[in-house]
Antibody
């Protein structure tokens, strides 16, 4: 069974940092592009970042460029999102999701990040 | 960046109705268009990829069409479990943008 489990969400002050993790199982992690997608309270979905199978290619939405870093450890079947210089507008549920060209077929349950003083 | 405009933003329908949601890309994306369904408090679920290919396990009352810039998602006969929010998303080039969503309600 394919499983994606996010962790690391928390309450953090503006300007602070947080690192999210996504532990996967049930498929060969190293053969898939992986994404982070977020959803602010009561709002729509916003794609955040994607990373290629070997980590050689990464892309970000403009609003997080220079502040967020996506990474992966294929040996640990884990995806990460390092978030620095956090802003109130980064408050959202963050999902990890598998896939790229043919859509994101598997998603985690999400982890809540709240940026507030 | 490619912008995705989805319409309507919400609609009211009844069980058994035929429902159509449209999505327009700001530039051509071939058939790199995906549709998701999301229910409150849940992660999105992939319904359709490559504009018209049904994801495994998705009922056949869902169908998709289009290519280039204009796409549609159709639910042929709305069922109680279909009341949800639907999103289109382009996977042609990053950033992999989503449409604003269409809430289908009673």
């Amino acid at each position: 069974e394919v499983q994606l489990v996010e962790s690391g969400g928390d309450l953090v002050q503006p300007g602070g940092s947080l690192k999210l993790s996504c532990a996967v199982s049930g498929f060969t992690f190293s053969t898939y592009w992986m994404n982070w997608v977020r959803q602010a309270p009561g709002k729509g979905l916003e794609w955040v970042a994607v990373i290629k199978q070997d980590g050689s290619e990464k892309h970000y939405v403009d609003s997080v460029k220079g502040r967020f870093t996506i990474s992966r450890d294929n040996a640990k079947n884990s995806l990460y999102l390092q978030m620095n210089s956090l802003r109130a507008e980064d408050t959202a549920v963050y999902y990890c999701a598998r896939g790229y060209g043919s859509g994101m077929a598997y998603w985690g349950q999400g982890t809540l990040v709240t940026v507030s003083s | 960046d490619i912008q995705m405009a989805q319409s309507p933003s919400s609609l009211s329908a009844s069980v058994g109705d035929r429902v159509t949601i449209t999505c327009r890309a700001s530039q051509g994306i071939s058939s790199y268009l995906n549709w998701y369904q999301q229910k409150p408090g849940k992660a999105p679920k992939l319904l359709m990829f490559a504009a018209s290919t049904l994801q495994s396990g998705v009922p056949s009352r869902f169908s998709g069409s289009g290519s280039g810039t204009d796409f549609t998602l159709t639910i042929s006969s709305l069922q109680p479990e279909d009341f949800a929010t639907y999103y289109c998303q382009q996977s042609y080039s990053p950033p992999l943008t989503f449409g604003g969503g269409t809430k289908v309600e009673v």
